[in-house]
């Protein structure tokens, strides 16, 4: 990467950071799923209350999500006590974490265009 810069660089080069970014949220519910984490102000929810909260997905695309981003490292799953795991908990890991400022700068950008 050295002597690249972000001209000499296309979106489709698997160095770019905004390829890398991309391939993480590849898919809608990414983004509406860690917004909904974002919201709990750190505190972990359950599966069934995230299902509830992210409108419109069905459990199939939510069980998918979550593993995608737990795998990226971006959430964290909890299974609390029981076998089979009756509470799964997710919450955002320290890297998760640090997408909130995007997040919101996003939203705000959504909340003006959309005016």
Sequence with gaps: ???????TRTIYDDRC????????????????ILWRLLEND?????????R?????ITPIMLTRCLRELERDGIIARKQCGT???LIVEY???????????????LYRWGEEQMR
């Design 1 to 7: 990467m050295r002597g690249e810069t972000m001209e």
């Design 17 to 32: 950071p905004i390829f890398y970014t991309m391939d993480i949220f590849n898919h809608k519910w990414k983004v509406p």
């Design 42 to 50: 750190g505190a972990p929810l359950r599966y069934n209350e995230l």
């Design 52 to 56: 509830r909260r992210v409108t419109g």
């Design 83 to 85: 076998v089979p795991p």
């Design 91 to 105: 919450s955002l890991t320290p890297r998760g974490e640090s997408l909130r400022a995007t997040l919101q700068c």
